[in-house]
């Protein structure tokens, strides 16, 4: 067999649009040495999707998206040595890479590893990327740990990463975590996550300040835009803010007076670079651990039983509506 099947986009297309994501056939990927050949059987869809199919530029070359993955390795690379073929694995993929939407899906083993063994493959593929952005964010931006103290306010703490981040916080360090959320149903799941306060970022400056008089110590901003002269006022000085959006523009000025870091997070950063790679491995096998103890848990409110362009378009639109809960997965059955 030399081809499989995958879904792929041909140009940025509203998401209504049949065309924009298609069923399609392609050829089999060809293995680095590192690399192992895994069966796709779980898919996650994050905002990063929905900014790159909406990015696509008409082309007659698909293009195929999908990060977070689910599967079972079918073949190996000559220079994998940490993985095997059988092996139920998780990982969040490489940017500048095919994506997981296909059949059969190459990935570096360095940014893969056994998936939690409690977890379904449903279960599972919602959890890499967000968790290793929220890792990265808390661990090494903030440079958090067991010891720390203080104050952490995660905003969109019902989404992807707020709700691993949430869980992350309070089980691996010693802040208070403060959540942002607006709807009863997001500030439920907010709570039942582990947030020790819920405020409405509708009211962010001054629900902020309510509960934190001094200022917010760590701040995580999934959404920048129009926010920078909140975060000033709500921030303490010498505080610490890590944003994972990429707004055009964005003036940072009203940060310098209290001395405030800004931090970006790009959870892609080490595959594009070839950075420090075995890192995401080592974080996803401390993460399974997590799970199988029953510390952290899957974040996944939705299953679509439908891996092909219909099922993955549902998937898209839900991301898109901005109203998500947790994760939306699309599964192989």
């Given amino acids: 067999m030399n081809t499989m099947s995958a879904v792929g986009s041909f140009a940025g297309l509203s998401i209504d649009d049949p065309q924009s994501l298609q069923d399609i056939t392609v050829e089999l990927p060809t293995l680095r040495p590192h690399d192992i050949l895994v069966r796709v059987l779980a898919v996650s869809v994050n905002p990063v999707d929905i900014k790159r199919r909406a990015a696509l530029q008409v082309s007659d070359v698909p293009t195929i998206l999908g990060y977070d993955a689910a599967g079972i390795v079918e073949a190996i690379g000559p220079a994998v040595t940490t993985l095997a073929v059988g092996d139920e694995v998780w990982y969040a993929g490489d940017v500048s890479r095919a994506g997981t939407n296909a059949e059969f899906h190459a990935v570096d083993e360095r940014i893969a590893a056994r998936k939690p063994a409690s977890l379904s493959f449903a279960d599972a593929a919602a959890l890499p990327l967000t968790t290793i952005t929220a890792w990265e ?3 090494e931006r903030f440079a958090l740990t067991a010891d720390s103290t203080g104050d952490l306010l995660v905003l969109g703490a019902a989404g ?6 949430v869980q992350l916080a309070k089980a691996l360090t010693g802040v208070r975590v403060i959540a942002t959320a607006s709807r009863d149903e997001s500030r439920s799941w907010a709570t039942t996550l582990g947030a020790d306060v819920v405020i409405n970022h509708h009211r962010l400056r001054d629900e902020a300040l309510a509960v934190a008089p001094d200022g917010i110590d760590y701040l995580f901003s999934p959404h920048s835009a129009g926010n920078v002269d909140t975060y000033a006022e709500i921030t303490r000085p010498f505080g610490h803010i890590t944003a994972i959006d990429d707004p055009v523009g964005l003036d940072l000025g009203a940060l310098k007076a209290k001395s405030i870091a800004w931090h970006w997070e790009l ?9 420090d790679m075995t890192y995401q491995q080592q974080l996803l096998i401390r993460t399974a651990q997590l799970v199988d103890e029953g510390t952290i848990r899957s974040t996944v409110t939705k299953t679509i039983d439908g891996f092909d362009a219909a099922g993955l378009r549902e998937a898209h639109r839900d991301v898109e509506s901005g109203r998500m809960v947790g994760k939306v997965v699309v599964t192989r059955s």
Avoid: D, K, N, W
């Fill in 137 to 139: 964010a808390l661990f």
């Fill in 267 to 275: 959870m892609f950063t080490r595959p594009l670079f070839e950075y």
């Fill in 160 to 165: 992807g990463v707020g709700s691993i981040m």
